[in-house]
């Protein structure tokens, strides 16, 4: 893997690969509370956000971590994607995990401006409220205190819900950015299916 950020990103891919590495070492047996507080801080520190059609010259592109730290940018879906792999990568068990597409209010309580945004939620059972880790607030929040967004979906390695409702379908099979995610980061070394 850092040979592969060398010869994409040089020695500024190198750098941050390293820190992300070092990181996930200090990280292997501390307490889940912890693991998801620096990798949520990690990222939401190193990488600069920056929209799709500016990075990638698309309008919707998924990246992996590695492209994500090796450009040290992406939007939301990228944030929270790098998040999300780090986290199963560390052992958090997939199903306490959800890549959770909502609607952002955007400018304050009054707002009725709303815009399509993704943030990972960790359940610490599959009863809780979930912790929220955002690309837009710094620190974790209970999704009781984020009446800033309406979650319209949510999805993992493993399944797809609407609401709190499981549904029956692939996640891979109706979300064709997300089976061509697990595709390149399993060609990048994590396999996220197999957690």
């Known amino acids: 893997m850092l040979a592969n950020m060398e010869t994409r990103y040089g020695a500024d891919g190198v750098a941050i690969f390293s820190a992300w590495q070092q990181l996930m070492n200090e990280l292997e047996d501390k307490s889940e509370l912890e693991k998801i507080t620096q990798i949520n801080n990690f990222f939401n520190q190193r990488i600069h956000y920056t929209e799709d059609r500016d990075l990638w010259q698309q309008s919707d592109y998924w990246a992996t971590p590695m492209e994500t730290m090796g450009m040290r940018a992406g939007d939301c879906e990228d944030y929270t994607i790098a998040k999300y792999v780090s986290l199963v990568q560390l052992g958090i068990p997939i199903q306490q995990l959800r890549l959770i597409y909502v609607k952002a209010r955007m400018g304050g309580a009054q ?39 309406r979650p319209v979906f949510s999805f993992n390695s493993e399944g797809l819900w609407i609401g709190n409702q499981q549904a029956l379908a692939d996640p891979t099979a109706r979300l064709s950015r997300w089976r061509n995610l697990l595709n390149r980061t399993r060609q990048e070394g994590f396999d996220l299916l197999s957690k």
């Open 111 to 149: 707002s009725k401006i709303y815009q399509a945004h993704m943030v990972l939620g960790y359940y610490s059972s599959t009863s809780a409220i979930p912790l929220i880790l955002d690309s837009l607030v710094t620190g974790l929040e209970s999704a009781t205190n984020r009446p800033d967004l």
